[in-house]
């Protein structure tokens, strides 16, 4: 199984900086994901990792150090959208099988 | 336009009532899964599938049952629903493990 642990809180004010850590433990692991979710809707996928460094996609970049177990999501330029939950995901390839398994989300609140 | 689609968007039921979610997605994806969404707990997997009559039990499968006997659906059935699966499903579907899950926008379920 794994155990996926992320801040459960985070405020930030709008125009800053933000990084959303994300610690993991798997016996199999095949890649790490960043969704959003705003209240009441779907989460949205974010970013993709599965080898050690960083990818940036505009605003939002994702780190992934696989040696460490560790992920961060790094939200540049905070608009107030981008309140929301952030999960890390982690796909786990044990047994066979191919799992997605999900933190339980940190909720982030961008303020004026 | 590609979506995963599913129904009800709200249901309220009573203790014992066979139910059944319905999922579609038009996206040809192989993979599709079933998550309940619970406060302070998160995303948890129910059920995943790899393709067309393979299935398998994620974390909380207690109480469900699933098929997949078409690539494009995955319903969701609840032979005898108990208040305690009142919660928020949601599922996905996924073209392959390097690639993220795109969500339906979610069943609430609630068991009086």
């Known amino acids: 199984g794994q155990n996926i642990d992320q801040p459960t809180e985070m405020t930030a004010t709008e125009g800053a900086i933000v990084q959303i850590n994300c610690t993991y433990q798997t016996s199999g692991f095949n890649g790490l994901f960043w969704y959003q979710q705003h209240a009441g809707e779907a989460p949205t996928f974010l970013s993709y990792n599965v080898l050690d460094g960083l990818e940036e996609k505009g605003r939002f970049s994702s780190f992934l150090s696989r040696s460490k177990g560790y992920s961060y999501l790094l939200l540049k330029e905070l608009q107030m959208k981008d309140s929301a939950s952030y999960l890390c995901?982690?796909?786990?390839?044990?047994?066979?099988?191919?799992?997605?398994?999900f933190g339980k989300g940190t909720m982030l609140l961008v303020s004026p | 336009e590609a979506q995963v689609t599913q129904n009800p968007r709200y249901l309220i039921t009573v203790t014992g009532k066979k139910l059944t979610v319905t999922c579609s997605q038009n996206?040809?994806?192989?993979?599709m899964s079933w998550y309940r969404q619970d406060p302070g707990l998160g995303l948890r997997q129910i059920y995943y599938?790899?393709?067309?009559?393979?299935?398998d039990k994620g974390d909380v499968p207690e109480g469900y049952k699933v098929s997949r006997k078409e690539k494009r659906n995955f319903p969701l059935i609840l032979e005898s629903p108990s208040p305690n699966q009142t919660s928020l499903y949601f599922c996905?579907?996924?073209?392959?493990?390097?690639?993220?899950?795109?969500f339906g926008s979610g069943t609430r379920l609630t068991v009086v």
């Open positions: 995901a982690v796909r786990d390839v044990g047994s066979g099988y191919s799992t997605l398994t």
């Open positions: 599938s790899m393709n067309v009559e393979v299935t």
């Open positions: 996905a579907s996924s073209p392959g493990t390097a690639y993220g899950y795109t």
């Open positions: 996206m040809n994806h192989e993979y």
